[in-house]
């Protein structure tokens, strides 16, 4: 007589989705940078940049536009990135 097996344990999978989430999680801490996103008028949008440059210069914060998209009614979302301090 034929011995048929039981289903599958899932033990392994659940291991395997935990460690594949771990490594994720460990690579955004990596990152190290700040960010903050905004949705402004352009006139306004381009003030908070400009205020993010000259609080935290490029050269020494690494500071940067990420990313921006023109919404509807002359609205910018946009979001700054910067190094946390210059050391």
Known sequence: M???PGPPSFEGLKRRIAQHRE???SGRSRDHFVRE???LGVLDARAKAREWFDRYPKAAYWTEVESWR???GDQIEFTMR???SAD
Request: net charge positive; charged share 45%; glycine share 0%.
């Open 2 to 4: 034929t011995k048929i």
């Open 23 to 25: 490594r994720q999680d």
């Open 37 to 39: 996103t905004y949705r």
């Open 82 to 84: 910067r190094l946390p």
């Open 70 to 72: 023109k919404l509807d």
